[in-house]
């Protein structure tokens, strides 16, 4: 029997496998998967019950419905109220910090199955997982220009570690979407595949992952992070 948690806000589920795989889901499906105050809270603490827990050996995030996530919620985060209030900047931060630093830093592997739309702070989470697999059919967007925003947060951080400096630019400043297929073209995700094996291939990689030793793991996953920023001579000490 799976082991299933749903959160305080019931914006964010996990379910426990018997092959050691914790699959967390963004459960909004009504609002896309949209980023809220309550979700973020969730997220938090959903990665505090998988984190620790022996029982866990990798971690799936994924999405309820068809969106993996929308993004920012546009109504709670920016047009609730101009003002950036104590709470307003509080909530900003649990939720920069679960997206990414929380994720960066993860003591466990973690896969993003992007089952479907993934649009402005949706790229957070998903870059900051070990890996990620998409879709075919989903669909990714930077969409904030439309906003009359940037793609703020880290965003384009994110974006400008796994694309390259043209993909980045003209995907920021059309805002066109591209697909799963073209995703995995330019390395924003590892590979796609039919959204109908999606689950299967997963678990798949899930599974490998899952086998390794979790220290080593843990290490090469960290050394592959930090390596990039350093000198030939940190690198090598
Ligand atoms: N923030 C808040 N609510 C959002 C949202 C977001 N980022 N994205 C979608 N929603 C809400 C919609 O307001 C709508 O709510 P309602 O039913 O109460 O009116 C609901 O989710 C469904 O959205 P809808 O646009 O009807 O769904 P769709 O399946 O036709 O399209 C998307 C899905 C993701 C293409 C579309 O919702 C969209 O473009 N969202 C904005 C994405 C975005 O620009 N994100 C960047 C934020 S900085």
Known sequence: MPDTFVADNKCVTVEIDADQIAWITLNRPEKRNAIS????????????RVEHDEAVKVVVLTGAGDAYSAGMDLREFFRASDNLTPEKRAAFGRSSSWQWRRLRYFLKPTICMVNGWCFGAGFNSMIACDLAVAADEAQF?????????????NVLKNVCSVMNQRDAMYYTITAETFDGKKAAQMGV??????????KDRVREIAKVLADKNVNTMRACKFAVKRVPEMSWDDADD
């Open 37 to 48: 105050p309550s979700l973020s809270n969730d997220m938090q603490q959903a990665l505090d």
């Open 141 to 153: 967007g930077l969409s904030e220009i439309n906003w009359g925003m940037i793609p703020a947060g």
């Open 189 to 198: 995700v590892n590979e796609s595949v039919p959204r109908a094996k999606l």
